[in-house]
């Protein structure tokens, strides 16, 4: 565990004053309302279960001050799990589209646009246990393609004009080495890459006016060079072959790395910006898809945590968004209580994470009032 001082503490802040003064006020008005008058869309993930009305039949956690908030902030949902095959493929042969439907109807209902994740998240940790230990029979080849492209179009049918943006392909790449990742399904169909191609002509032959996304975790912190290096690889074959790929959805799951804000990001935003140079030389347009922060290496005290993570958060947008391939800012969750990290990874210390620009009860912190800032100082689109 790391024990961070005040002092260090404040130094951090200190140094940030360093590289631009952290914005009190945040302006006026709704995110939405502040990122459409950049030409850009602002979002969140959305849990199905969270935007029920309370006390409908068979629901836990359905809170309609969520829903509101949810409503008036953002202008395009995407739904956290429910189009996830785990999700949405009970069995072989057939679709559980229920919760799926549910919120695209209440975004119809709210005017929200719908955005896609995901078609294919290519690897064996989030398959079915029945895609894990499927039979492909006696030409696994042509039985591969089908149950894919079936996938695909079953769900492009249903949506393909309804939601104009998928993360056809998720997380394909492994961290560790930037190496495929192989699964059941490559194995059938004869390889990663074109087992991901497949995934992505299926799609635009489907859909052909939806822009189709590889999404994917690589950040900016340390120990995600391979990663990086692996997903440009893989956007250089996409190119190479004529697979149709449109952008890449930079997640932005980031991880605040101690106390000294300033100093991370002058540390950081090096290898980020020759990342991103490189992605848009290729011509991919891009998306921040996931954003929310881990409060990694800062203090317990709410006040200096939430700021390091407000000022850690400006700084990255304030970066990335000068690209104008960005076109649409989601994060993957709204509220504190309802972020996947306290699950996933919760603080040595014992305090309860705060990953998301609005605490449990709804009230917004310093990271909102940074995203804010940050979509009001981007260069108009
Ligand atoms: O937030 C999601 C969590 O509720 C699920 O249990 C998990 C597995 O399906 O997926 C989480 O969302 C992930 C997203 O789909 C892809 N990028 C990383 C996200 C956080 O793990």
């Known amino acids: 565990m790391t ?22 006020t945040p302006p006026a008005g709704s995110l939405e309302q502040i990122a459409k008058g ?63 439907d549910a919120i695209v109807a209440w975004a119809a209902q709210h005017g929200i646009a ?12 989030w398959f079915p246990a029945w895609l894990n230990a499927y039979d492909f029979g006696t ?50 169909i004869g390889g990663a890459e074109p ?24 950040s900016w912190e340390p120990h995600n060079e391979a990663h990086r290096a692996g997903v440009l690889r893989l956007l250089e074959g996409f190119r190479r072959r004529g697979t149709p790929v449109d952008a890449l959805g930079i997640q932005s799951h980031l991880i605040t790395q101690g106390s000294a804000i300033g100093a991370t990001i002058a540390r950081q935003q090096g290898a980020w910006r020759r990342f991103l140079d490189a992605v848009t030389a ?30 850690y958060t400006r700084g990255y947008l304030d970066i990335t968004l000068a690209y104008r391939q960005i076109r649409d800012v989601l994060c993957w969750g709204l509220a504190d209580r309802y972020s996947w990290i306290e699950g996933f990874e919760p603080r040595s210390d014992g305090s309860r994470r705060r990953p998301t620009l609005y605490d449990d009860a709804l009230r917004p912190k310093p990271m909102r009032a940074a995203v804010a800032a940050a979509l009001a100082a981007a260069a108009p689109r």
């Open 3 to 24: 024990h961070i001082t005040r002092r260090e503490a404040l130094g951090g802040a200190a140094a940030l004053i360093a590289a631009g003064p952290a914005i009190a």
């Open 38 to 100: 950049r030409g850009l869309r602002f979002g969140t993930a959305v849990a199905w279960h969270t935007i029920q009305p309370e006390g409908a039949k068979g629901v836990k956690g359905g809170n309609p001050a969520y829903a509101r908030l949810i409503a008036d902030q953002c202008g395009v949902i995407v739904p956290e799990n429910e189009m996830k095959w785990q999700w949405l493929r009970p069995t072989p042969t057939s679709f559980a589209f229920e919760r799926f």
């Open 114 to 125: 719908v955005r896609g994740h995901n078609l294919l998240w290519h690897q064996p940790k």
């Open 139 to 188: 030409d696994p080849h042509a039985e591969g393609e089908r149950l894919l492209t079936t996938h695909i179009r079953t769900i492009l049918a249903r949506y393909g004009t309804r939601i104009r943006s998928y993360d056809v392909v998720n997380e394909a790449v492994r961290p560790s080495d930037g190496a495929l990742y192989d699964t059941s399904l490559s194995r059938a």
């Open 195 to 218: 087992t991901l191609d497949l995934a992505f002509h299926t799609a635009r032959a489907a859909a052909p006016q939806a822009q189709l996304v590889y999404n994917d975790y690589m």
């Open 282 to 311: 290729m011509g991919y347009d891009l998306i921040i898809t996931e954003l929310d922060v881990r409060d990694n290496g800062l203090p317990a005290d709410i006040v200096l945590r939430d700021r390091a993570v407000a000022d």
